[in-house]
């Protein structure tokens, strides 16, 4: 069976689908979605169509904001469309006292925070897709000395930890959590000035919803990916034999080096989440204990995600070496001391002949020794480490400074 970048269409019985939600296998791996399509989805649903209730409901922008636009146009050439006129026309939201209302286009941080779900949800659609090939790949390759058996049942082990309802009962309780907040925030007086404020209509209504459900599917993401880290993690650490060949140019570790930088990169933008959420704030959500519970879960994942799998390969990948490298030094040595035999004899020609297998076998050493194995190397390492040291710094900072 040919397997490219997750284009594999049927399930393999040593390693399933790296899910067992409904949804998720019908959107993910029965009709193939991309990870573009999953993330201008959540786009849509999280910002778009909140933005076309708040049209409908006359929250979408305040009565200043509006009269501020009507000076700028009215200050430029007249249009063909009349933008003045149908801005004028635009319900608005009035002011509340002494506060200034909210309107949903100049809400910047929940217009932010849509953008980094939308590319997690990109990602995330991304890794979970590639988790079974990943492994199929490497098994195929020969890369992990290890069974067959052996590999499946370490694979089936953790994605029936992610899978298992214990953790779907915590998503499903941050999910109800979150909603209470959002509901209870939609209907308080002291939140009239939001543009999700029952007093504007539904948009509120609708977004506790939508609230719920990012929360619900963003902490099942983390836990699947979190958990999936874990696995690779583990089945790296079986010798591993590198094929310098090979056709990937990278020793045969190109489908688990590509799994590492997209778990990376979806630990990124968790952190941003993280780093949005606590440092902005939102309608002051971010001193609720369900968003310190949501930021130490995903602040836990990151370093699982971004720093244990390249770990564990490098560690695996440098024995893999030393194993090869080590048949090379016997037959180095035992060329050097023929050499200098000959040369202690005065034999020159079987001197030179030695001296040129040594050259040769040099070569071939070099060859292991100068392998492609990015992104398992130190410095790579040392990149990620240093990236994450800030994020979890940045995020530290933040949660403390909630309890101050």
């Not at 201008?40 to 922008?61: C, D, E, K, M, R």
């Not at 953008?115 to 079974?132: C, K, Q």
């Not at 369900?290 to 024995?319: H, M």
């Not at 893999?320 to 035992?334: C, D, I, P, V, Y």
Request: with cysteine; hydrophobic share 50%; charged share 15%.
């Amino acid at each position: 069976m040919t397997q490219d970048n997750g284009s594999r269409q049927s399930e393999s019985d040593l390693f399933p689908w790296w899910t067992s939600s409904p949804f998720v296998r019908k959107w993910v791996f029965e009709h193939r979605q991309s990870a573009f399509v999953s993330g201008l989805v959540v786009f849509l649903v999280y910002w778009v169509a909140p933005l076309i209730l708040t049209l409908l409901f006359g929250s979408i922008i305040t009565c200043a904001t509006r009269q501020e636009l009507l000076n700028l146009l009215s200050a430029g050439p007249e249009d063909m469309f009349d933008v003045p006129k149908l801005l004028s026309h635009l319900n608005c939201m009035q002011s509340v006292g002494s506060v200034d209302p909210l309107g949903y286009l100049t809400d910047k941080t929940h217009f932010l925070f849509a953008v980094i779900i939308s590319i997690g949800a990109a990602l995330a659609t991304h890794v979970v897709r590639l988790f079974d090939v990943t492994m199929i790949e490497l098994r195929d390759d020969g890369i992990p000395r290890a069974d067959d058996k052996v590999l499946s049942g370490i694979y089936k082990y953790y994605r029936g930890l992610a899978t298992h309802r214990r953790f779907r009962a915590l998503s499903m309780l941050l999910a109800l959590a979150t909603l209470a907040i959002f509901l209870y925030i939609t209907r308080a007086d002291g939140y009239t000035y939001w543009w999700g404020s029952s007093k504007f209509g539904y948009a509120g209504y609708f977004f506790s919803v939508i609230a719920a459900l990012m929360v619900y599917w963003g902490s099942r993401a983390i836990i699947l990916i979190g958990l999936g880290s874990i696995m690779i993690a583990r089945i790296v650490r079986f010798p591993l034999i590198l094929r310098p060949y090979h056709a990937d140019g990278c020793n045969g570790l190109s489908p688990m080096g590509r799994q590492i930088i997209l778990m990376w990169m979806f630990a990124l933008s968790l952190a941003f989440a993280i780093y949005v959420t606590l440092s902005i704030g939102y309608l002051g959500i971010e001193k609720t204990a369900v968003i310190w519970i949501i930021a130490l879960l995903a602040s836990l994942t990151i370093p699982a995600l971004a720093i244990l799998p390249l770990i564990s390969a490098l560690s695996s990948i440098r024995e893999a070496q030393k194993t090869r490298l080590a048949n090379f030094e016997t037959l180095l040595h035992g060329l050097l001391d023929q050499a200098e035999q000959h040369a202690l004899q005065s034999d020159p020609d079987a001197t030179g002949e030695c001296v040129e297998k040594l050259k040769n076998l040099q070569e071939a050493q070099a060859i292991i020794l100068s392998a492609n194995v990015w992104p398992f190397n130190p410095k790579a390492l040392a990149g990620i480490l240093i990236v994450n040291a800030v994020q979890i710094t940045l995020t530290a900072n933040e949660l403390f400074g909630v309890f101050q």
